[in-house]
């Protein structure tokens, strides 16, 4: 191939991978819009027209429900929904949750209050399980931290045992998914203290990490080892994409982005169950949910990276 060739192939290849990019992360930021937002609006029986009314104007924007105000509340701490209008006599409060999706929360507390404001009199608002800034952001930083981690890790071990002739046999592998798991959770704890010393450390907030660090490494460890330095273009790009998603709620993104990104990524799986721990909230779905994910992926995860290489088990012998 002539150099000017080379050059022009070059030049396609950037465009595209820029595009593919572009598309994947800024085009999920740059086409979000609210598409039926769960809220809830609660009232007890005297004022259960008013709440029906105001839930029959939610146009395909927000997704209202009518509740009784406990009900309306433990939809709250289960997420099903992400904000709550109660109705009362004396007016109407506005009911938020810390543990809920930050994105989720600012939506909910927009609309809520246009809907509060409409109804006239006193408003108030009540925010439950408060987070801190660094509460809001730990849950995706941590993540992202903890994959960041172990792909360079396992993309050492591929690169490096190359160039040294080192071969990776499987107790090197799981040896390094243990020690890089266990070093990364020990960083992020580390950024946890630093940026809020109020946010709990406790068994189940450092269990679900390592969990989560186990998943990521050996899903990456896995792929690396049967498909070579080549994953990268795969798990590289996941980094810049999953975090893009899943740092917003799926009721904020286009259809396609929803079905074809956020409903498997595992960083959402990750951040969403490490927040409601965080927020001190253990029984919501998502922790569950993300318990049986992200130990669905770490076993399969680590039975991969104990199987031969059919690929290199093919080659013959020299």
């Known amino acids: 191939m002539s150099s000017s060739r080379l050059v022009a192939l070059l030049a396609v290849v950037g465009a595209a991978v820029a595009a593919v990019l572009g598309l994947l992360t800024f085009g999920s930021q740059a086409s979000a819009r609210p598409d039926g937002v769960p ?5 007890a029986d005297p004022l259960r027209p008013a709440a029906e009314k105001i839930a029959a104007h939610g146009g395909e924007a927000v997704a209202w429900r009518v509740e009784t105000p406990d009900g309306a509340r433990r939809a709250l701490a289960d997420k099903e929904v992400y904000g709550v209008l109660e109705l009362g006599a004396g007016g109407a409060t506005i009911v938020l949750s810390g543990a809920v999706n930050p994105q989720g929360t600012q939506v909910a507390q927009q609309v809520l209050t246009g809907a509060a404001a409409a109804l006239g009199g006193q408003v108030r608002t009540e925010m439950i399980s408060p987070a801190s800034t660094a509460g809001r952001t730990a849950p995706l930083a941590a993540s992202a931290l903890l994959w960041i981690g172990g792909l360079v890790a396992g993309a050492g071990l591929v690169v490096l045992g190359g160039r040294l002739g080192v071969k990776a046999e499987p107790a090197h592998r799981i040896g390094l998914i243990a020690g890089v798991s266990v070093t ?16 709990p450390l406790d068994f189940a907030v450092l269990g679900y990490l390592l969990l989560t660090a186990v998943a990521f490494v050996a899903l990456q460890g896995a792929l690396l080892h049967h498909l070579g330095i080549r994953a990268m273009a795969l798990l590289g790009p996941l980094y810049l994409i999953a975090p893009a998603v899943a ?29 409601s721990l965080l927020q001190g909230t253990p029984d919501a779905p998502d922790v569950t949910l993300g318990l049986l994910v992200l130990g669905g ?12 290489n059919a690929r290199k088990a093919a080659q013959p012998a020299k």
């Not at 020990?186 to 946010?199: K, N």
């Not at 995860?301 to 104990?306: I, N, T, Y």
């Open 297 to 308: 992926i770490a076993v399969a995860g680590l039975v991969a990276v104990v199987l031969p």
């Open 247 to 275: 740092g917003q709620v799926p009721e904020m993104l286009d259809p396609a982005y929803r079905a074809l990104l956020w409903s498997w990524t595992p960083f959402r799986f990750a951040a969403e169950g490490l927040r």
């Open 39 to 43: 809220l809830a609006v609660a009232a």
């Open 184 to 199: 990364g959770v020990a960083v992020v704890a580390g950024f946890l203290a630093l940026w809020d010393s109020g946010l």
